[in-house]
Structure formats: C-alpha cells, structure tokens
C-alpha cells in the first residue's frame, strides 16, 4: 500500500476497534495503589488517546505504544493502530518494539553500578582498562565515551558493519586503522564505538568475555519480562514490523509543502560488539517498570542516579547535553532525562515532576520525543522554555511560531532555547517530510542566533527544501561567512548555483 491517503485509510480502519475500546477503557494501574477517581484518569487518558492518534495521522506511524508513571505507579499504559502492515495485527501491551539507542541509558546504568561498587572511574583513561588499543584511544576517559566526546572513529561507518557475511574482526580492525576525529572532549560527535568499548571495560572488570551483554541484571532486577536482544535476523514472536516513510511531493491540490509517504520495511543488523549502544526489543510497559526500579534506587543509589544525570562538561567548560548514556534537557529548572532511539522510540523522566513517559513506535522517523512533554504535561509535568513551545506550537500551528515565541517570552523573560535543541528539531522535521514545519522552526533558531553559521546552514537546508532557491543561496553564503570551513554549506552553495 503505497502513500500517506492509503496508509491513514488503513489505521483507520484497524484502529477503529481499539479506538473504541480505548474510549471507554480505565487507565491500567498498578495493583498494589488504588487507582484516582475513574473520571479524572478517563479524562486525562482520553486527551492521550486524542493527541497521540493525531500525531499517527499526521506522520504516518503504523503502530504505537504509550506507557506513563506518575509517582512510583504505572498509571496509563495503551496501545494504538497495527505492529505491521502486511497481515495487520492490532498493537497490544504486549507488542515488541525495537528500542534501538534506548539501550545506551541501559548502558549507563551499568556502567554507574560499576563506579558505584568502585571498580570504574569515570575519569580515568580507557587505557587503563583495555591494554589492545591504539595509542590514540588509550587517553580518552570513560566519561568522555559515554557522553560522545572521544573524537573516535565510528564503527557504524566501517564497510561491511550492517553485512553478516563480515565478520566482527574484520569490523574492529578497520575502525581502528581509521584517524582521530578530533581531541578527545573538543566537541560532541554521536559515536556508536564509544559504547563498544564501554562494554568491553565492564565485561572486564565483571570477568565476562568481550561483547557479552552487560545489562541482564538490570531487565532481571526491573522485571522486564519482554525485553532482549534482537534484530531484523532473528524471529522474535510478537514483535512489530519496523518501516520507513520516503517522501515525494503531494498531488496538486494537497495542502502546500504537503508530503506524500510512502512505507518501506527497515532492515537492521546488531552484531554482539554493538550491545552497549543498540539491539534492544522491549515494550513500554517494560520500560515503565525499568524506570520505576531507577528512581525508587532499585538499581544505583541516590549519589550514582545524580550523576547519570548530570551533563558533561567539555575541555572550554561549556556543558554539553549528556551525562552517562542520557541525554539531559534542562527546561526552566524543570529537567527531562532520558534517551532516543532509532527515531521511532524515546522515553523521559521528570525528576522534578515524579513523571515519565514512553512511547514506542514502528515508524523510523516518527520521532516520539516530541510527542512526550505534551503526554507529561498532562500528568502534571511543569513544562518551560522549549518543551513549552513545543506544545504550544503543536496546539496551535508552526504558522504561529513567531506569535508563540513572542508570547512565551512574555510569560517567561529570562528564557533561552537552546541552538543545539531547536537545530535537532528542525531538522527531525524535515527528515519526516514537514520541510515548511521545520523551515519554521529553523528560522527561529536562526533568528535567536544570527552569528552561528551552524543556524544559516540549517536554514538554507529547509529553504532549499522548501523550493526557495534564492534564499537557500543567501543563507548558504551567510553561513560560509561565519564559517569559512563549513565544507556542507560550500558543497550545497556551488550545487545549487549550477543549477542542481
């Protein structure tokens, strides 16, 4: 089935049923609380189902997951459309999803419990754990693995890394031999070798063999009882299909900027030295029940969870993003903790608030971290500065982007949204076909940073994409201005000036 029209007719028409049951359904809390009044869990869950199944509408998710704690409690847990399209099957709460980098907070926590017990120390050089490394490497410090700030080569370019006739050897070799990107804690770069050789030092220090998982403990601690390892080789029973959206103009008469999407099926392969950083199967259930064991200190103690969360600093003292395999978002004082994967599963804690939230979806590109702080919110979660305008701007339009900037500012004086957040979300829009979205919100960053040649190139991208060749070019030569090195905006700016 071919396009948005014929996919949207489709979860339609396998979602109907589950629609309705979910209508009239309570919320699914834990057993040992008694659950809030029927009618203000119905209420807020019903505003769930309706904002969620607007978002599948809108970009084309076959199927999804929803799972909310509020403190300590499982207090909403859903299911919507179809685990794939073929037969189609309807998504239950007990569907798996692939979890992808989601597994990298797993991997933190593993690591933590490891400095907890005073085996690991985050500062310390990789080297003095792993003696069989190339000069270059053996300086690098735990932290700066875990956090993306090692400069080191990634394995996820090596020829052969998504082939299974190549073996890993061949794999390990290859990155080896390749060159230093940048010094060590210079900048961030998302690099998937960090976290083999995170696993590598933990299996050491655990005496396990190199590549062997490092989190069981955890998926056995938390009670995760449909959660492992998997990928496209391998039959896991009841699994969702994986699929991805290409995108080509809509027919004349659609909406302008309009996108048809048209599913492919997505093929991954995780070999066992990429178990630290992807590979996870789970549901969202399971991830709740993950989540509850953290923050009520099943797994590492109050000081070991602090620092998990707290972001890394770089060589210049600028804080960056991460802290232990989490991304860590601090809106108004009010943080999300959590993690992405694959762009179709994310979930956040609200320390703050007592809230997490995770969704899961069968679509690479759905990008459910937006569609978390809307769920949070409504279960109480003080949303600030960018989360705040993201609903805001989902409420409301992106055509009202400048209004709703301009009323936040009001509200909140002192608030500053972040280059690296609003760039991210540019550019998720303009990957999932919503190129005058994302021109929106690239503007803005561009506006609030007129001297990042970072923001002009992002910008002249969604121009480009929007059509508006003029205006790519002008904003292709402010950022070559402002950076002279930037090798995309020289290499874009000379294709589109002959005519490409």
């Not at 989490?326 to 804690?349: K, P, Y």
């Amino acid at each position: 089935m071919r396009g948005m029209r014929g996919l949207a007719a489709l979860l339609m028409l396998t979602a109907a049923p589950m629609a309705a049951d979910a209508a009239t359904g309570k919320a699914v809390v834990a057993a040992n609380r008694a659950p809030p009044a029927a009618g203000a869990v119905d209420t807020v869950a019903a505003q769930v189902d309706v904002f969620l199944r607007d978002q599948m509408r809108a970009l084309g998710i076959p199927g999804l997951q929803v799972a909310v704690i509020q403190h300590g409690r499982l207090v909403l847990s859903r299911g919507y459309g179809v685990a794939n399209l073929q037969t189609p099957v309807p998504v239950t709460n007990e569907t798996i999803f692939a979890v992808n980098s989601i597994t990298k907070a797993f991997t933190g926590v593993a690591a933590m419990r490891q400095v907890q017990a005073g085996r690991l120390d985050l500062d310390a050089p990789v080297g003095q754990y792993l003696d069989d490394l190339p000069a270059a490497w053996r300086p690098i410090t735990i932290r700066q693995l875990l956090t993306h700030m090692s400069g080191l080569p990634d394995i996820n370019r090596a020829p052969g890394d998504r082939d299974e006739r190549v073996g890993g050897e061949a794999i390990w070799a290859w990155v080896q031999a390749q060159p230093m990107k940048f010094t060590p804690g210079e900048r961030f770069d998302y690099c998937q070798t960090n976290y083999t050789l995170v696993q590598r030092v933990v299996d050491r220090l655990t005496g396990q063999p190199p590549d062997t998982s490092i989190i069981d403990w955890e998926i056995a601690a938390a009670g995760m009882t449909h959660t492992a390892y998997g990928d496209s080789s391998m039959v896991t029973p009841g699994k969702a299909a994986g699929y991805r959206n290409s995108y080509a103009p809509n027919p004349a008469g659609a909406p302008d900027g309009a996108q048809l999407a048209t599913p492919h099926p997505v093929y991954e392969l995780f070999r066992p030295m990429h178990r630290a950083s992807s590979g996870l199967d789970s549901t969202a259930e399971d991830m709740a029940r993950w989540m509850i064991a953290l923050s009520q200190g099943q797994l590492l103690d109050a000081d070991s969870l602090r620092l998990l969360w707290t972001p890394a600093a770089f060589n210049d003292g600028r804080l960056g993003q991460w802290g232990l395999g989490w991304e860590v978002l601090d809106h108004g004082g009010h943080r999300a903790v959590g993690m992405t994967g694959g762009g179709r599963s994310a979930f956040f804690l609200y320390p703050e608030d007592d809230v997490g939230v995770v969704i899961l979806t069968n679509l690479s590109g759905a990008f459910p971290e937006d569609m978390i702080d809307q769920v949070a919110a409504l279960y109480g979660a003080k949303l600030a500065g960018l989360a705040a305008l993201r609903v805001d701007i989902q409420r409301h339009g992106f055509d009202q982007v400048p209004a709703l900037y301009a009323a936040m500012k009001a509200r909140e004086p002192g608030v500053t949204l972040p280059e690296a957040e609003l760039n991210d979300w540019g550019y998720r829009l303009l990957s999932n076909g919503q190129p005058r979205n994302a021109l929106a919100i690239l503007k803005l960053t561009a506006d609030l940073y007129p001297d990042s040649g970072n923001a002009q190139d992002s910008l002249a991208e969604a121009l480009a994409a929007t059509g508006d060749k003029p205006a790519a070019i002008l904003a292709y030569q402010r950022a070559l201005e402002l950076d002279p090195k930037n090798k995309n905006a020289e290499r874009r700016l000379g294709t589109l000036k002959t005519g490409g």
